[in-house]
């Protein structure tokens, strides 16, 4: 999941806008009081703080991180569109990763 959303990353950067997303991810713990305080104060700037999500959550050591970030654009109707797009990504390092996870050698 974390691939497919560092892949995606332009589009959600361009596209969306996050505040309703940083909401939900405070209330589940997947960022702390600071990172929400810091991220608030992007808010006149929606470009900046969807890349600062992002960035924060690439670095993030929360287990989910990635999937709370899609449950939580999952819980907003106006983002299926991005939904679908997350549903439906393929990239080739992900079609190798998973051939090799795959195979019980790894090879």
């Known amino acids: ?17 996050f505040d309703s997303i ?3 991810l405070y209330r589940k713990g997947v960022i702390s009081d600071i990172e929400m305080t810091a991220l608030g104060k ?3 700037n929606p470009r900046q ?7 924060l959550l690439l670095r993030s050591k929360h287990p989910q991180a990635f999937i709370q970030l899609y449950v939580a654009i999952k819980e907003e109707p106006q983002l299926k ?3 679908e797009r997350i549903d439906n990504f ?10 090799y996870i ?3 050698t790894g090879e």
């Open 1 to 17: 999941m974390k691939l497919k959303f560092r892949k995606l990353q332009k589009t959600l950067v361009d596209s969306v806008n």
């Open 42 to 44: 992007l808010n006149n």
């Open 90 to 99: 393929t990239d080739q390092s992900m079609i190798i990763a998973q051939r």
């Open 49 to 55: 703080q969807s890349s600062e999500l992002l960035a």
């Open 102 to 104: 795959s195979e019980p």
């Open 22 to 24: 940083i909401a939900i």
């Open 81 to 83: 569109w991005l939904i």
